[in-house]
């Protein structure tokens, strides 16, 4: 073991001394559920969620559980475990880790540990800006703090990481919102900020270092994106450009000099690539293979397809935009729009919409849930509710129910 290694173990051991185990129900291991990350598998096609959504007493509420301190982040799910995040006390110096019963809307486990990175955060978001990330066997919390927390699914603590202790000037008084994602036994973060910049590479099981790789110094809160291609790619993108890295080495497949955003994502349905920014540039996956060193061919760029906070939703074959109120269905591979539709319910929106077959859920950061209906070249609404509390984070959905983290709590709605 190395001096690094070595270090990030007595800290390991320093916090886990510190951290609260509390159990007050039996894991349920069903292994049907499992919603991966930000913006889940990249589509729900073939899910079941309410078809409707009532927040009211006389509504469809499952179970809702209050968590502790302030989340921005969307819930993960491995069978019958929802984890969760958030973030507590004085500049949400205390980072919690919280497993949930999908079933019974009880706490499985929870966690309470300290930060050793930065701290700050706009009073719109939190510490635990980011969406964790899940295998279906494990679950990885990053923090914008730059710590990362490795956790079974009957909430033993695997190992924990202060990257804050690698890359100590990254960060910035917004706060960062980079999502962790996992190719295979590695999980991979993006910390991106005019002080410091890096993809970091890091062992699913060791917690160990398998690359890193420097970024341009500026300011980025858009999560990497993984890609099943053969081979598989990491898509990282920035104001800086969008830039395809192999994971198993961090070498550079392609890189675009495109001016993308810095706070929607890109996303993807197997098929297709997209990258938001000033225009929405839709790239073609099919057949792809990124070894080649070539840049997939562009499919479409249409600044109309544009989107503000959220990012764009995919079906099997439709986009669905969200650009402050306004909704916008289109074909993922053309471009073509089918429809728009101005949701008056929703006020202001940075959750990215969940789209179940022909189904459309956006969540407004005042507590609004908008059911829609894609009716092929028109739009339904068929449900408008408000719930108690803020929604910033993307909802999930996982064996019929609906998964909404609010701020303060994790509903459920079935």
């Given amino acids: 073991m190395n001096k690094k290694s070595q270090k990030h173990s007595l800290y390991a051991k320093v916090w886990l001394a510190i951290s609260i185990f509390a159990s007050t129900a039996s894991v349920v291991r069903a292994e049907t559920s499992v919603w991966k990350g930000f913006l889940g598998d990249g589509s729900a096609s073939g899910s079941e969620a309410p078809q409707q959504i009532d927040a009211s007493e006389q509504g469809n509420i499952a179970w809702r559980i209050e968590i502790p301190g302030r989340s921005v982040a969307g819930p993960v799910v491995a069978g019958d475990v929802i984890f969760t995040t958030s973030s507590s006390g004085p500049e949400g110096r205390t980072l919690w880790l919280t497993g949930v019963s999908l079933n019974q809307g009880e706490v499985l486990f929870e966690h309470a540990i300290e930060v050793t990175g930065r701290p700050h955060h706009h009073p719109t978001g939190a510490g ?42 990254t960060g910035n008084d917004l706060g960062m919102s980079s999502s962790p994602v996992i190719i295979g036994d590695k999980v991979f973060v993006l910390g991106q900020s005019q002080g410091n910049a890096f993809v970091h590479s890091v062992d699913l099981k060791t917690g160990g270092d398998v690359w890193q790789v420097e970024r341009p110094r500026v300011a980025n809160w858009a999560s990497p994106l993984a890609v099943a291609t053969k081979p598989p790619m990491l898509i ?112 202001r929106s940075w959750a990215t919409p969940l789209v179940i077959d022909d189904q459309i859920y956006v969540c407004g950061s005042g507590g609004e849930i908008v059911v829609i209906k894609d009716d092929g070249d028109s739009a339904t609404v068929v449900s408008e509710t408000e719930l108690d509390g803020e929604i910033l984070g993307s909802p999930a959905v996982a064996d019929g129910r609906l998964l909404v983290r609010a701020t303060d709590s994790l509903v459920a709605f079935e």
């Fill in 128 to 169: 635990s800006a980011p969406t964790p990330v899940t295998n279906g066997e494990c679950f990885v919390a990053f923090y914008s703090s730059n710590d990362l927390v490795c956790v079974e699914k009957d909430g033993r603590v695997r190992w924990i990481r202060a990257l804050g202790l690698d890359h100590p000037k």
């Fill in 236 to 347: 990282v993108q920035g104001g800086d450009g969008v830039t395809s890295l192999n994971p198993e080495t961090g070498e550079t497949f392609w890189s675009l000099d495109y001016p993308d955003s810095t706070i929607p994502s890109p996303s993807t349905n197997g098929d297709v690539l997209m990258l938001p920014g000033s225009k929405l540039l839709a790239m073609d996956l099919k057949g792809y293979r990124p070894e080649t060193g070539k840049i997939p061919q562009e499919l479409f760029e249409d600044r109309k397809l544009s989107t503000s906070n959220a990012s764009v939703a995919l079906s099997s074959n439709r986009l669905y935009s969200l650009k402050s109120s306004i909704l916008t269905a289109a074909d993922s591979r053309t471009g073509e729009v089918f429809w728009k539709e101005r949701l008056t319910g929703i006020k």
